[in-house]
C-alpha cells in the first residue's frame, strides 16, 4: 500500500533540523537509490530554468543551489538577482552561511503556500526535491503561480511512486516509508496527478519527462492579452 503522511508544515520544518553533513550524505543517498537521478542532471535542469529575478523555493541549505550557481558562473550564463525560501530554520540558517558573502541572493524564512512576494514578481521559479514534501501542494503551487510574471516559468522535480526492476523498486519504497515516517516526504505522486495539479493552478505545461522516479516539469504561467480574461 502507498504510503502518505499526516504530518503538519511545522513538523516538517522539524524533521529538517539535522546537521549539515548527514543532511548532504543523507540527500545523495536518496537522490541515488530513492529518485534514481543524478546532481548532474539536476544542475542543469534547474540551472538552465534561471533568469532575471528568480525564486528558489525550498532552498535547504543550499548544497544544490551552489553548484547550480557554480555551474551558471562557468557557462557564463547571466546573473539573475535570487530570493531563496524554505520553511525550516534550521536548514535556512544553512543556506545563510553559505551564501553570506555571495551577492545577489537574499534569503526569507517563508511557507510555499504564503509567499511574501507580490503578485507577478518572478521571471523563474525552481522547486527542486521538494514539492513532495508539501503537505499543501495545491497551496504551494497557486502560490508560485501568483508571485511568477505572465510568461514566468516553474521548473520542478517530483518523487513518482517507485518504478522499474524490482529489486531498485523495493530499495525505493523502504527510503520512501522511512522518509514518511521521519517527515522529511509527504508523499510520492503519480505524474498525471502533478500535471493536473499544475494545470488547476493555472500553469500551462511545457515541457515533461521521467527519469528514474522522478517526473521532471516545467510550467509557465500564461500570458494573458489585451480583451482576453484571465
Ligand atoms: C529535500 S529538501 C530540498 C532542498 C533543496 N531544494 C535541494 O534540492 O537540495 C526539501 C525542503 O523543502 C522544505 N519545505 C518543506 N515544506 C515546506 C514549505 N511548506 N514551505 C517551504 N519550504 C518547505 C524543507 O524545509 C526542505 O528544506
Given amino acids: 500500500m502507498h504510503g502518505i503522511s499526516t504530518k503538519t508544515k511545522e513538523e516538517i520544518a522539524a524533521a ?3 546537521s549539515p553533513w548527514w543532511y548532504d550524505v543523507r540527500g545523495f543517498l536518496i537522490l541515488t537509490f530513492a529518485y534514481r537521478s543524478t546532481l548532474w ?3 542543469r535542469f534547474f540551472g538552465g530554468n534561471i533568469r ?9 541549505t543550499g548544497t544544490l543551489y551552489e553548484f547550480i550557481h557554480r555551474w551558471r558562473r562557468w557557462k557564463k550564463l547571466p546573473e539573475a538577482s535570487v530570493a531563496g525560501i524554505d520553511y525550516a530554520l534550521p536548514m535556512l540558517a544553512g543556506a545563510q552561511r553559505r551564501f553570506a558573502k555571495t551577492p545577489g541572493i537574499e534569503l526569507q524564512h517563508a511557507d510555499v503556500a ?15 526535491n521538494a ?10 503551487l497557486r502560490d508560485v503561480f501568483r508571485v511568477l510574471k505572465p510568461g514566468g516559468r ?3 522535480n517530483v518523487l513518482l511512486y517507485p518504478r522499474g526492476p524490482r529489486p531498485l523498486r523495493w530499495l525505493a519504497q523502504k527510503i520512501d516509508d522511512w522518509g514518511i515516517r521521519k517527515g522529511i516526504l509527504y508523499t510520492p505522486y503519480q505524474e498525471e496527478d502533478i500535471r493536473q495539479r499544475l494545470q488547476a493552478a493555472g500553469f500551462l505545461v511545457e515541457f515533461e ?3 528514474g522516479n522522478t517526473y521532471n516539469v516545467a510550467a509557465t504561467k500564461p500570458v494573458v492579452l489585451e480583451g482576453q480574461s484571465a
Fill in 131 to 140: 514539492v513532495h514534501c508539501f503537505p499543501d501542494v495545491d497551496a504551494g
Fill in 154 to 156: 516553474l521548473a520542478a
Fill in 41 to 43: 542532471a539536476q544542475v
Fill in 114 to 128: 504564503a509567499l511574501p512576494y507580490d503578485d507577478n514578481s518572478f521571471d523563474s521559479a525552481n522547486i527542486a
Fill in 16 to 18: 529538517y533540523s539535522s
Fill in 209 to 211: 519527462q521521467i527519469s
Fill in 52 to 60: 532575471g529575478r528568480h525564486l528558489e523555493v525550498a532552498i535547504g
